[in-house]
């Protein structure tokens, strides 16, 4: 592992971020690419020959929002990374506006040096800033909300209280759906887990990843989608020809993780 030291990144982001934050290290093994936050965590993955590819499973399963809401207008995420997924629906999602919230200047940095991230343009917009503030002052147009707000240790204080939750369901515009990506073994899972199904009324579908301890929570802000299970299964076959995902297998699992009938408007 090596720290990411580009003297002249360090400099400015300790006059924006002071000492609070983790420092940006990076490490490398088989032709993947690591982005690690003050500890051996893996907080983003990249494979160097294929650098905007989602190569960890969970950032493929938070995708599954494609099912739902297949043509977002505009897309949030709360927690840059390396910054797989804004890259990915920057080159996938022509007709979606993204903007990421990322707290801390090095990570920003890091993706820009170490993990292709592209500049900002009329499509995408990465800002250095409080993704807790940014969803409570957001006007409520929303189409998709991704949070993913780890740190070496845990999920973000400020990422998981019930007004933290509550300021995501009214940022969303109606019919919108919001992806919290938890820690299956996080000893705090299960009041998360609470705090979101009470904040959206039970209106939640669970996602594990098969092979890491990831979970993906879907919450959704009525009116809720009407889905048939044959356009389900054709949506996810199509998804995974057009972007290269295994949505197939993501509705499989959905469908064995949750009473899907009881969330989402599932009809035979």
Not at 68 to 95: D, M, W
Request: hydrophobic share 45%; net charge neutral; charged share 25%.
């Amino acid at each position: 592992m090596r720290l990411f030291n580009r003297q002249t990144d360090r400099q400015s982001s300790r006059q924006t971020r002071g000492e609070s934050h983790a420092q940006a290290e990076i490490s490398e093994k088989k032709g993947i690419r690591y982005l690690h936050l003050g500890g051996i965590a893996v907080q983003s993955a990249m494979r160097i020959r294929d650098p905007y590819a989602l190569e960890l499973e969970y950032t493929r399963a938070m995708m599954a929002f494609l099912l739902f809401r297949p043509a977002p207008k505009h897309v949030a995420l709360i927690g840059l990374g390396g910054g797989s997924l804004a890259k990915f629906i920057h080159r996938h999602l022509p007709e979606t506006r993204l903007t990421a919230l990322e707290v801390n200047p090095e990570v920003v940095a890091a993706a820009r040096s170490y993990f292709h991230l592209p500049e900002n343009d009329r499509r995408l917009n990465v800002v250095v800033g409080d993704g807790a503030r940014y969803v409570h002052e957001q006007a409520k147009d929303l189409d998709v909300l991704l949070v993913d707000g780890y740190d070496a240790n845990r999920i973000v204080d400020v990422l998981s209280t019930p007004d933290f939750y509550a300021a995501c369901r009214a940022a969303l515009a109606p019919g919108g759906v919001a992806v919290f990506n938890l820690w299956g073994n996080d000893r705090l899972y299960d009041l998360y887990h609470e705090r979101i199904a009470q904040t959206f009324d039970d209106q939640v579908l669970k996602l594990p990843a098969e092979k890491k301890g990831n979970i993906q929570l879907f919450a959704f802000k009525p009116p809720l989608p009407h889905l048939r299970l044959t356009s389900l299964a054709t949506a996810a076959s199509e998804i995974q020809a057009d972007l290269g995902l295994e949505m197939p297998a993501f509705v499989e699992r959905l469908g064995q993780y949750n009473q899907m009938a009881q969330v989402v408007d599932i009809r035979a």
